[in-house]
């Protein structure tokens, strides 16, 4: 199977996936359907009403409840849907009863009998609570079925997932990922998360995933089980995933859950009509509330439905517009460990920034502290690192932010460019080595000035903790990793703080650099008598490092 990628955006794609009856358009929702509930919305409204071009149902279940029929009539007729549909296995019953009356040979070939057009191997999911032993079996019984799958499948237009089990014993899953990659199936899943997401543990999700799509193949999709509320999609899919089922819209409406794009409310509390979707358009809340109970459920079951496919829309308009990280930020403040599941992106920068496109359409936007994790800082770091100084440059010359960017063209640093222009002789002046301070990047290279993104970014005036965290680590590891003689270090105070400035101080001192720091605590950088100590500053630094015998006096 071949998963054509149109767009990417962090690990996102929106990609196309070719099965037998259509042609599915990633990241994409599958509703999870139960032919056998009492209640639930039909197959036939998902496809008419909602749009829906896949669904996900249990093959499992048709097989002990209806296994002739639904071979004589083919799944498509036997629940009354003529779109793409993706039969499980049922593992997700062996997970909740610890057995199912199938053989995995006997279920294969009842999904290839019944015409899915999406069919999943029995795996033994792992869970998310079990004990180091048992884990590994999950693991081990998994690849050895799906090595069992190799040689027993008929068909070739089925597309076969293969999943990927470890819960959280990441070592397991990084070798369950390997194992499973070796295999020639055309979709693979993130098996077991329920239990994670249904106790909040966004953090162990994260590893979970990441770990699982950094050991498999890059070009085939990933199929998230489970998904829960629509608030985490984003995230999920900025990780890479692109096909996701869920059942929540109806498991949620049994409680009488209403779906909103700031968490969950029970129906009950809310005094304001939050939601003009098809499904609520034509009641009031106090009318959703009093209605039968039934009619209650289909009701808040569509709404919550709408809600997690418009979501998967907001999800693509963002991969296109080059905005998913900060739809990932907005969706992370609806719940403390969703944050917390944002955070722990800070061990998997490397993953996100090799998978991210390096030019966007528009400018890049500092939300919040977690915007210091987007791949486009994690990129500039790296390149940071890596670039050499311009020769023959030996001064390092650091400036304060000015407010407008590209820095190199504003008001602030043509003054202080006339300074270096008086102080150093023209050919002396390409000694000189220019960067400026960032809340966003950290530091940023006079050259590299004018490059994508560090001349289109916004942040606020005021600073996080943490972005002057990143200033001081990114002005310390660049002295370290550049070889410089001296430094002139030209600080807006209220970016950089005493201690930072100390900081510096004593690592230019370790490494054998001449270093000297302007203005005086307190004092505006850009005033006539702060300009002047950066000109004295100067003047010091050029005469020391000119002197014939080359040497330099301790700062």
Same mark, same amino acid.
Request: glycine share 4%.
């Given at each position: 199977?071949?998963?054509?990628?149109? =767009?990417?955006?962090?690990?996102?794609?929106?990609?196309?996936?070719? #099965?037998?009856?259509?042609?599915?358009?990633?990241?994409?929702?599958?509703?999870?359907?139960?032919?056998?509930?009492?209640?639930?919305?039909?197959?036939?409204?998902?496809?008419?009403? &909602?749009?829906?071009?896949a669904?996900?149902?249990?093959?499992?279940?048709?097989?002990?409840?209806?296994? @002739?029929?639904?071979?004589?009539?083919?799944?498509?007729?036997?629940?009354?849907?003529?779109?793409?549909?993706?039969?499980?296995?049922?593992?997700?019953?062996?997970?909740? !009863?610890?057995?199912?009356?199938?053989?995995?040979?006997?279920?294969?070939?009842?999904?290839?009998?019944?015409?899915?057009?999406?069919?999943?191997?029995? @795996?033994?999911?792992?869970?998310?609570?079990?004990?180091?032993?048992?884990?590994?079996?999950?693991? @081990?019984?998994?690849?050895?079925?799906?090595?069992?799958?190799?040689?027993?499948?008929?068909?070739?237009?089925?597309?076969?997932?293969?999943?990927?089990?470890?819960?959280? !014993?990441?070592?397991l899953?990084?070798?369950?990922?390997?194992?499973?990659?070796?295999?020639?199936?055309?979709?693979?899943? +993130?098996?077991?998360? #329920?239990?994670?997401?249904?106790?909040?543990?966004?953090?162990?999700?994260?590893? $979970?995933?990441?770990?699982?799509?950094?050991?498999?193949?890059?070009?085939?999709?990933?199929?998230?089980?489970?998904?829960?509320?629509?608030?985490? &999609?984003? $995230?999920?899919?900025?990780?890479?995933? @692109?096909?996701?089922?869920?059942?929540?819209?109806?498991?949620?409406?049994?409680?009488?859950?209403?779906?909103?794009?700031?968490?969950?409310?029970?129906?009950?509390?809310?005094?304001?009509?939050?939601?003009?979707?098809?499904?609520?358009?034509?009641?009031?809340?106090? /009318?959703?509330?009093?209605?039968?109970?039934? /009619?209650?459920?289909?009701?808040?079951?569509?709404?919550?439905?709408? %809600?997690?496919?418009?979501?998967?829309?907001?999800?693509?308009?963002?991969?296109? /517009?080059?905005?998913?990280w900060?739809?990932?930020?907005?969706?992370?403040?609806?719940?403390?460990?969703?944050?917390?599941?944002?955070?722990?992106?800070?061990? !998997?920068?490397?993953? %996100?920034?090799?998978?991210?496109?390096?030019?966007?359409? =528009?400018?890049?936007?500092?939300?919040?502290?977690?915007?210091? $994790?987007?791949?486009?800082?994690?990129?500039h770091?790296?390149?940071?690192?890596?670039?050499?100084?311009?020769?023959?440059?030996?001064?390092?010359?650091?400036?304060?932010?000015?407010?407008?960017?590209?820095?190199?063209?504003?008001?602030? *640093?043509?003054?202080?460019?006339?300074?270096?222009?008086?102080?150093?002789?023209?050919?002396?002046?390409?000694?000189?080595?220019i960067?400026?301070?960032?809340?966003?990047?950290?530091?940023?290279?006079?050259?590299?000035?004018?490059?994508y993104?560090?001349? *289109?970014?916004?942040v606020?005036?005021?600073?996080?903790?943490?972005?002057?965290?990143?200033?001081?680590?990114?002005i310390?590891?660049? +002295?370290?990793?550049?070889?410089?003689?001296?430094?002139v270090?030209?600080?807006?105070?209220?970016?950089?703080?005493?201690?930072s400035?100390k900081?510096?101080?004593?690592?230019?001192?370790?490494?054998?650099? !001449?270093?000297?720091?302007?203005?005086?605590?307190r004092?505006?950088?850009?005033?006539?008598?702060?300009?002047?100590?950066?000109?004295?500053?100067?003047?010091?630094?050029?005469?020391?490092?000119?002197?014939?015998?080359?040497?330099?006096?301790?700062?």
């Amino acid at each position: 199977m071949a998963f054509e990628i149109k =767009h990417k955006d962090a690990c996102g794609r929106i990609g196309r996936i070719t #099965t037998k009856t259509g042609v599915l358009e990633t990241p994409i929702l599958l509703p999870v359907v139960n032919p056998f509930a009492t209640r639930g919305l039909p197959p036939r409204i998902l496809e008419t009403e &909602f749009g829906c071009e896949a669904i996900i149902t249990n093959a499992y279940l048709l097989w002990r409840h209806s296994r @002739d029929q639904a071979v004589r009539s083919d799944v498509h007729k036997q629940i009354d849907f003529s779109k793409s549909i993706m039969t499980d296995s049922g593992a997700y019953q062996l997970l909740l !009863y610890g057995d199912v009356e199938v053989t995995p040979n006997e279920i294969l070939s009842f999904q290839e009998d019944i015409g899915s057009d999406i069919a999943v191997i029995l @795996d033994v999911p792992t869970g998310g609570h079990e004990k180091t032993e048992r884990a590994k079996f999950t693991v @081990d019984e998994t690849i050895r079925r799906a090595h069992e799958w190799e040689n027993a499948k008929r068909r070739e237009d089925v597309l076969w997932v293969g999943p990927v089990q470890g819960g959280t !014993y990441l070592d397991l899953v990084e070798y369950s990922a390997k194992e499973m990659a070796k295999m020639n199936f055309s979709i693979h899943a +993130i098996g077991s998360p #329920t239990q994670i997401m249904e106790s909040y543990r966004y953090d162990k999700l994260v590893d $979970l995933i990441a770990t699982a799509k950094i050991n498999l193949p890059i070009e085939r999709p990933v199929h998230l089980f489970g998904a829960g509320h629509p608030s985490m &999609f984003s $995230l999920a899919v900025a990780l890479g995933c @692109d096909m996701f089922d869920s059942a929540s819209y109806v498991l949620y409406a049994k409680d009488d859950r209403y779906m909103t794009s700031f968490g969950t409310r029970r129906l009950h509390e809310l005094k304001e009509k939050v939601c003009i979707c098809p499904a609520c358009e034509k009641f009031s809340m106090k /009318e959703m509330t009093s209605l039968p109970n039934d /009619e209650r459920f289909n009701l808040i079951a569509k709404h919550n439905l709408y %809600l997690c496919l418009n979501e998967i829309r907001v999800i693509k308009q963002a991969i296109y /517009e080059g905005r998913l990280w900060e739809l990932v930020e907005v969706r992370a403040r609806t719940h403390p460990q969703l944050l917390e599941g944002v955070k722990k992106l800070r061990h !998997y920068r490397r993953y %996100l920034e090799k998978y991210s496109p390096v030019i966007k359409p =528009h400018a890049i936007f500092y939300s919040s502290p977690e915007s210091l $994790l987007r791949p486009e800082v994690t990129r500039h770091l790296m390149k940071l690192n890596t670039t050499p100084v311009p020769a023959p440059a030996e001064i390092l010359v650091i400036l304060p932010e000015p407010q407008k960017r590209p820095f190199s063209k504003t008001k602030e *640093q043509r003054k202080y460019r006339k300074i270096l222009r008086g102080v150093f002789h023209d050919h002396d002046l390409r000694k000189v080595h220019i960067c400026t301070v960032s809340k966003f990047f950290g530091l940023i290279p006079m050259e590299l000035d004018e490059t994508y993104p560090l001349a *289109q970014h916004e942040v606020p005036r005021t600073m996080d903790l943490e972005s002057k965290k990143l200033i001081s680590q990114t002005i310390r590891a660049y +002295i370290k990793n550049h070889k410089y003689s001296a430094a002139v270090i030209h600080f807006d105070h209220r970016v950089i703080g005493h201690e930072s400035v100390k900081r510096i101080m004593e690592s230019c001192n370790e490494l054998g650099v !001449y270093v000297l720091v302007t203005p005086k605590e307190r004092l505006n950088p850009r005033s006539k008598q702060a300009l002047e100590e950066f000109r004295i500053a100067l003047t010091e630094v050029y005469e020391t490092t000119a002197k014939p015998s080359g040497t330099i006096r301790p700062s």
